[in-house]
């Protein structure tokens, strides 16, 4: 399939025109995504709708179409498709929650993630960083994808669980491992492949991957029930003690639900786009160069919060997002009609942001494809124009701890180590489970400790 098929239904319907996409041939989204949205803003414009199985999608690449659906009242949106995601997050997880539980539930949230309570994590993702480089050897080509997801791994296993025993920590390690590697394309959108075969196909391998790690967390939140001075500032024990308006708690349940959440939606996406930063790194030695001496005039081992305030360091880091975004579209399901770039788009029918073609705006960045993180210093970008997080009332909730994450690891690295691009063509982005990533692995040479 390509996007140049055109449903005749949904021009009649008034919306726009776009592709048809049933579970037989998605193989072009899932092959490409934003390739696949580039042909559709090719033949149909900005905004477009994708007729799916699940039903009418109406997607807009134009910042002012983002503008009104992040506008928009939070009682008329809802989630999109939430069947298609409850499988893998469960049915009490804040993604597939809407409405008032949202609301409950994303307060109860979000106090861990902002603030002095983010920055105290900023000592511990620096240190496993630290602990990390220093077992490269001078001369070798290193794994940058590897130490990403090696980092944001740990930093979750510490900051969000609170695990510090080193044999925990490696069995929170192993299962999750082999939960993210469970966790197949194929399962996600192409759902007749959920079924057990007996117990041996890739659903089955999935469905005990997960309740490996789920029972890893009912056992944790069972320790910090009985020890209630465990680690008062992991944000495991923040839940634990948080109270909605009514002075309720979250039932264990719905923390195990929620900590599976972060992990699926914190771990993988981080490591991605410091994957993504290091490889344009890589493949652009002046960018390295000006980034190597904003970060080591702060000195051998700078301090977290000095290089968070970095300029360029975040302009760098929001360029490589900016380019590579893990989404490449944000839906949201429409519980009252909306007008959309000039289109009434009914209640029940989607709507979304799709992030790779805002992005990719010629309009909004000058030589979109280019790697050029200046543009970060020259322009401040509204949220309708730069969200790799999505926008409006369900941005992602750990946005900042990424954001932070990401140029506390990217600097500290820097900041300690001589690297150099290691040759090889560009590396494509794929579909990796419900996010995009590099194909291949990122490769830089290690030229030993920074003199």
Known sequence: MSAGTAVAAAGAEGLPPGPKIGLFNIRSY???AP????????????????????????????????????????????????????????????????????????????????????KAYGRVMQDITLERVRAWAPGSVVDLTELGHAVSLEVIIRTIFGVAEADRTARFVAAVTEYTRAMRPVLIFFPPSRRGFGGLGPWAKYLRAKAAIEALIDEQVGRYRRDRGRDADSVLRLLLDARDEDGQPMTDRQVRDEMLTLLFGGQETTAISMAW??????????????????VRALGELPEPSALASLPYLEAVCNEALRLYPVASNVARKLT????????????????????????????????????????????KFGPHEFMPFGGGVRRCIGAAFASYEMKIVVGTVVARCELAGAGGPPIPQV???FVLGPRDAVRLRYDGPAS
């Open 35 to 118: 390739k696949f949205f580039e042909g559709c803003r090719a033949k149909y414009g900005d905004t477009f709708t994708l007729s799916l199985p699940l039903g009418k999608l109406v997607l807009t690449g134009s910042p002012e179409g983002v503008r009104q659906i992040y506008a928009a009242e939070a009682s008329g949106l809802d989630v999109f498709a939430p069947e298609f995601f409850s499988p893998f997050l469960n049915e009490t997880s804040l993604p597939v929650l809407g409405g008032a539980r949202h609301q409950r539930q994303r307060k109860l949230l979000s106090p861990p993630f902002h603030g002095a309570r983010m």
């Open 277 to 294: 930063v290091f490889h344009r790194l890589g493949r652009h030695p002046a960018v390295l160069e000006r980034l190597r001496a904003e």
């Open 30 to 32: 899932v092959k490409d």
């Open 336 to 379: 009252r009609p909306l007008e959309l770039c000039g289109h009434e788009v009914p209640a029940g029918a989607g709507v979304g942001a799709c992030v790779s073609l805002v992005h990719t705006n010629a309009r909004l960045y000058p030589e979109p494809h280019e790697f050029r993180p200046e543009r970060f210093l020259e322009k």
């Open 431 to 433: 579909q990796q489970s």
